[in-house]
């Protein structure tokens, strides 16, 4: 169990900036994740923690020590890498059992720590196979065990599912967060995938370009996106972004969607006439009957039946499209004419021109102190 901070961390490689003056605290035992897009720096930091790449500006701690002088085999960290970088003249058995094997532990231990994690991940029938007779989700697995089995005080997770089968990835996105739990390292995550994120994650740092934009729980950053763009990384359907110009009446602050006034309750007089995106989750909008009050009328474009959920577009008088969700099973109009609800105190607002959120009076009250 351990620490992990980063302070004022800088690389560059010739021109190019590649982290950008990030810090980054992760506590003793905690879950962080790195998401973003490709490009965005998440695997230099990794190696950076890891000590095979050094950075120009700033400080790694591990458990509160400067790492600045410590080369990359004393740092205590357990490594899964995307390219694997398994031992090709080395059984998958053999590969999971170096971490142990270079702690000196007895044969038994070995067998019964190679057994364990090999279960779990699903590898157990290809353990006398070499790396060239695995397949890639096979040999990504096998390097996951590998950095598992030393039961190390930090691992660094370079997307380890990447190339995992869907229905596998499935079930590895449930049984890892028990797995890391039950090790109790303090795990730094890679990760493109937003419900990994939100499955694996005690806390996801969202990168892009160097930088982290937002850190914070899987709920904060769903419900509480810092900008447009992370509305839209987390979220599946997508949600629904609508350009609106905030109006005030008697009632309080509103948009309109077909002249039908949305009311934003929590927002104050400060964003009236500003040019502003409306952020809808397809969840929080519903099918609805016309005699309902604010009842918005839409003409369902197309039905789409997922797994778990039902997928409607609808289309306003104007032509505005907004995705709604529900549970698969629940009944709704499939095509034509129909209404639907949107509650204003779920929406998101954006500014247009920033991207950035708009944060709601109740937030920014119960939250004092913070930016707003
Ligand atoms: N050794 C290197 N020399 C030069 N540029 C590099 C080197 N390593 C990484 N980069 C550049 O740094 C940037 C960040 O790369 P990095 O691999 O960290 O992205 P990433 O967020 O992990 O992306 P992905 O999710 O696709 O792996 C990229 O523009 C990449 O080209």
Redesign the pocket.
């Known amino acids: 169990m351990t620490t992990l901070q980063l302070k004022n961390i800088v690389k560059r490689?010739?021109t190019?900036t590649?982290l950008d003056n990030l810090s980054l605290d992760v506590g003793d035992s905690e879950r962080l994740v790195l998401f973003?897009?490709?490009?965005?720096?998440?695997?230099?930091?990794l190696r950076l923690i890891a000590g095979v790449v050094d950075p120009d500006e700033g400080s790694v701690l591990i458990g509160g020590e400067d790492m600045a002088d410590v080369d990359a085999e004393y740092r205590g960290v357990g490594m899964a890498f995307?390219n694997f970088a398994l031992f090709p003249h080395m059984t998958a058995f053999q590969n999971i059992a170096s971490p142990l094997e270079a702690k000196r532990s007895s044969s038994r231990a070995i067998k019964e720590g190679v057994d364990k994690v090999a279960r779990l991940l699903k590898i157990d029938h290809v353990l006398l196979h070499h790396p060239k007779a695995l397949s890639n989700g096979q040999k990504q697995r096998t390097a996951l065990a590998r950095a598992l089995a030393g039961s190390p005080p930090l691992l660094l997770l370079d997307?380890p599912l990447r190339n995992v089968d869907a229905k596998l990835r499935f079930e590895m996105r449930l049984e890892l967060p028990r797995l890391l739990a039950a090790q109790g390292a303090t795990v730094v995550y890679?990760t493109?995938d937003y419900k990994e994120a939100m499955a694996l994650g005690d806390r996801i740092a969202v990168?892009s370009q160097g930088r982290i934009r937002q850190i914070g729980t899987p709920e904060e950053i769903y419900n509480t996106p810092a900008d447009m763009e992370i509305a839209r990384l987390f979220g599946d359907p997508v949600v629904n972004l609508l350009d609106v110009t905030p109006l005030a009446s008697s009632g309080g602050i509103h948009v309109e969607l077909s002249n039908v006034k949305v009311t934003l309750p929590d927002f104050s007089e400060e964003v009236v006439g500003r040019s502003c995106v409306l952020g809808l989750r397809p969840e929080t909008v519903a099918f609805t009957n016309a005699a309902t009050p604010g009842a918005i009328p839409v003409t369902v474009a197309a039905e789409t039946p997922l797994n778990e959920k039902t997928v409607a577009l609808v289309l306003t008088a104007r032509g505005r499209e907004i995705l709604l969700s529900r549970p698969a099973g629940t009944p709704g109009p499939t095509s034509g004419d129909a209404h639907i609800a949107v509650n204003g105190r779920s929406a998101f607002l954006f500014d247009k021109e920033s991207g950035l959120l708009i944060r709601p009076r109740a937030k920014i009250m119960s939250r004092s102190g913070e930016a707003a």
């Open positions: 490689f010739k190019q590649v973003g897009p490709s490009g965005a720096g998440k695997t230099v930091l995307q997307d890679v493109q990168m």
